[in-house]
């Protein structure tokens, strides 16, 4: 039943880091945003995956982590995330798209719960500029 999937869908912020997520595994959930409502079917959503140690710490360096607890600076090295699926959005394709995000973000966190994973949706992003 979806309220089952949906009470399932928790936040997780300590993971297996050593647990494999394939590409497949990454791509289907990205299958699963793109059939998600888009504002003006507008598809300004991009993804971009990562599963690899070597990517995935250089996306764990620009995460923040519980807000309320500023104590804490996230997982540790071996309980950090073994796979990211990053939402980006094109705005050359008009105003108002960042509202999708939301949306596709959670329809992923289902697909994931469903195929067994958990994840955390992370808002708090400083990445830096490219150069
Ligand atoms: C849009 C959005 C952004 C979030 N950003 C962060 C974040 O940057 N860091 C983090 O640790 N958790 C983040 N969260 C996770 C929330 O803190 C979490 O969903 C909330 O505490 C409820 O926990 P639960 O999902 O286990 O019920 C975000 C959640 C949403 C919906």
Redesign the pocket.
């Known amino acids: 039943m979806l309220k089952d999937l949906v009470s399932k869908c928790?936040?997780y912020?300590r993971f297996y880091q050593e647990c494999q997520i394939s590409k497949e595994d990454l791509l289907e959930l990205i299958d699963l945003a793109r059939l998600t409502a888009s504002t003006a079917n507008s598809q300004a959503l991009k993804f971009k995956i990562s599963n690899t140690p070597e990517e995935n710490a250089l996306i764990f360096d620009t995460l923040?982590?519980?807000?309320a607890l500023p104590d804490w600076d996230g997982p540790g090295e071996g309980e950090r995330p073994s796979a990211y699926i990053i939402i980006l959005c094109d705005l050359s394709l008009g105003k108002n798209k960042l509202t999708d995000d939301?949306i596709v973000a959670q329809t992923m966190m289902l697909g994931a719960v469903e195929k067994g994973y958990g994840g955390?949706?992370?808002?708090?992003c400083t990445a830096k500029p490219a150069g």
Not at 64 to 67: H, N
């Open positions: 928790r936040t912020r923040g982590w519980a807000g939301g955390c949706m992370l808002g708090k």
